[in-house]
């Protein structure tokens, strides 16, 4: 038995590193293949596994275990399949990489994300990219992000990877970490690999026009291993991020600013929609909540608006 750790995934191949190195294709027995876990895929980027090698060794295995997993980014891929997917497992932070046009990156999809972050205690991270095409707004944008996620645990990153600009406190942050680098197609998070680490050299596609959406340019899920122990887990660009696996009565518990007022509320069990002396109510009628946030946790709530 070997232990290695997942650094690609290619649909029925998985591609494994060992701890001396060695890079090897492996695929899931049946066995495992038939296990309800009730995801798209059984084995995700970052996950620690036991192989063993094929007879006729010719570099490939088999995947018999899949081991402890501290954490995870897991999000239902779209309306009509019951699966969910995993982006990534065993993670130091999240990277979100959001635009305002070309493609947009809405508020509600920040907050699905960010809503998983909190869940898993995976420290997140936003960076709004391409500040190069805002002008004379960049500052205005800016505040603005600072005023709705003031206070909601994330760090608020702006900058222009085309330009190389603003990028520096990312590198900062990546520095030593097994970070996961997630955000819609287009929204430049190649060019920011491509950036901030020249070897890797990851494909740049160009923006539909027609559309406004990215073309996918990752493909499949993949961690580039990088100098002082960085990590990074590139995915494929998401455009939808369901929310799955957080019960009704615990979504409000992963927003930030409403733990900081929700144990005054006078029900234990209060949804905050129209209860009687909800604080949470109160702190948004008086902005101590940002209404953008409150409106998001309805909508999840409510289960409305899921794949914008």
């Known amino acids: ?17 060992t701890q001396n190195g060695e890079i090897i294709r492996a695929r899931t027995r049946g066995k495992m293949r038939l296990q309800d876990l009730d995801t798209s895929n059984p084995v995700a980027v970052g996950d620690l596994v036991n192989i063993e090698l094929d007879a006729n060794y010719e570099h490939t295995a088999s ?32 990277i979100l990489v959001a635009s305002l046009f070309a493609p947009r990156t809405s508020l509600g999809f920040i907050d699905r994300f960010l809503l998983c972050c909190q869940s898993m205690h995976v420290p997140a991270v936003l960076f709004l990219n391409k500040t190069d095409l805002l002008g004379d707004e960049i500052q205005k944008v800016t505040d603005e992000l600072n005023r709705v996620y003031k ?10 990877a085309r330009k190389n ?52 340019t990752t493909t499949f899920a993949e961690m580039f291993m990088l100098n002082n122990n960085t990590q990074i887990i590139d995915t494929p660009g998401i455009r939808d991020f369901g929310v799955v696996d957080i019960p009704e009565e615990e979504i409000a518990h992963y927003f930030p600013e409403f733990r900081l007022v929700m144990n005054q509320c006078k029900f234990n069990n209060c949804k905050h929609e129209h209860e009687p002396e909800c604080a949470v109510l109160n702190a948004v ?19 409305e608006d899921m794949y914008k």
């Open 1 to 17: 038995m070997i232990e290695a750790t997942v650094v690609k995934s290619t649909g029925s191949w998985y591609i494994v590193q």
């Open 63 to 94: 995947i018999t275990e899949v081991k402890h997993r501290n954490n995870w980014i897991i999000r239902k891929a779209n309306k009509l399949s019951s699966k969910r997917q995993i982006l990534a497992t065993n993670l130091d932070a999240a």
């Open 151 to 160: 206070d909601a645990d994330v760090t608020i990153l702006v900058g222009s």
């Open 165 to 216: 600009q603003g990028l520096q406190p990312l590198l900062e942050f990546i520095s030593g970490k097994r970070i996961l680098l997630a955000g819609h197609s287009g929204v430049g998070k190649s060019t920011i690999l491509n950036t901030l680490f020249p070897d890797v050299r990851a494909r740049v596609g160009r923006i539909s026009e027609s559309h406004e959406k990215g073309k996918h």
């Open 285 to 303: 009628s008086h902005n101590i909540i940002p209404q953008e946030r409150y409106y998001s946790y309805l909508s999840i709530l409510h289960n």
